[in-house]
């Protein structure tokens, strides 16, 4: 059965998520190796993966707008290294409000710089999923503790920003660049912006932790195509919002397997993400979003 752009958009994305859930399910089997470790490994299994495949020809790796490119690679490379950071500093709630703040910035600038026009309703969908996220990631320290702003509640923000403007570039570059071309892009720049801080730390990685983090990077390879490719079929505000679905996956994840608590705020917010994604793919059926052009 042949997909429509927008459904074929929304699968992408759902998958992205699904996959980016297992990439944390291994993250978690590896807790004595510290993010920006598991960040290397990430950029480099992916120029890996796909020099791999340009070498025996299974795709082409052609580059046509280098200072995009440049750009999508730059901006993505920092908001991997400051989410981390915040994880690091404020704690996974606070980090994770922080840091999925991102497709309303995402939202603006999509307005700016690529002239989309997200109607009332996808504000109304977007703010409704960030206070999901609110309710999912659940700080301890109550909504005094989210409002508390220091110089790492500002870097997560300013992470979140990088996102943004990561996602908005990743949109335009499907003008010209192919969706491998792109995410090749931010494995390159991302391992230049990683690699001194990844080797700070000193830690014992051993057989099986190199087999997990192998499984890190492929995992996070193929999310990240995945949704590359989905922003394809959609416009960057219906795009991020459905990748906050991720934090749900995460949420179900650990509670299935890990055995971790499953409060009632957490499943409310979790209800309300999924809810507002939904509404959204509704709405979009009606118009079908203009779709990039072929690479």
């Known amino acids: ?14 998958l992205s998520s699904i996959v980016f859930c297992v990439m944390s399910v291994l993250i978690k089997c590896v807790p004595g190796i510290d993010s920006f470790k598991t960040s ?16 025996f020809g299974f795709i082409h790796l052609r580059f046509f707008n280098s200072r995009l490119l ?3 690679g730059l901006f993505g490379g920092i908001s991997v290294f400051l989410f ?19 497709p309303i910035f995402a939202s603006v600038l999509g307005i700016v710089f690529l002239r989309e026009k997200p ?5 109304l969908a977007l703010a409704a999923a960030l206070f999901g996220i609110i309710l999912l990631s659940g700080s301890g320290a109550g909504i005094s503790g989210l409002m508390t702003v220091g110089i790492y509640e500002v870097l997560a923000l300013a992470g979140a920003v990088c996102s943004a403007i990561a996602v908005v570039v990743i949109k335009r570059l499907h003008d010209t660049d192919s969706t491998y071309a792109i995410f090749y892009s931010q494995c390159v720049i991302g391992l230049w912006l990683i690699v001194v801080p ?18 890190i990077g492929l995992a996070a390879t193929i999310a990240q195509l995945l949704m590359t490719e989905g922003y394809r079929y959609t416009s960057v505000s219906v795009g991020s919002l459905l990748c ?3 934090p749900v996956f995460n949420f179900l994840v650990g509670f299935l397997v890990f055995h971790e608590p499953m409060p009632l705020r957490a499943v ?5 993400v999924i809810a507002a994604c939904m509404l959204v793919i509704m709405m979009e059926n009606h118009s079908e979003p203009v779709v990039a052009k072929a690479d």
Do not use: D, E
């Open 119 to 123: 109607g009332w309703q996808q504000w």
């Open 1 to 14: 059965m042949k997909l429509n752009h927008m459904t074929r958009g929304v699968v992408l994305m759902i």
């Open 40 to 55: 290397l490994f990430r950029f480099f299994i992916g120029m890996a993966v796909l020099g791999t495949a340009a070498l």
């Open 244 to 246: 906050m679905t991720l």
């Open 70 to 72: 440049f750009l999508r």
């Open 84 to 102: 981390f950071l915040s994880i690091a500093k404020l704690g996974i709630a606070k980090g994770t409000v922080i840091s999925y703040s991102y």
């Open 268 to 272: 409310v917010g979790s209800i309300i």
């Open 198 to 215: 990844a080797n700070l730390v000193p830690c014992s990685i051993g057989y099986l932790g190199g087999a997990i983090l192998l499984g």
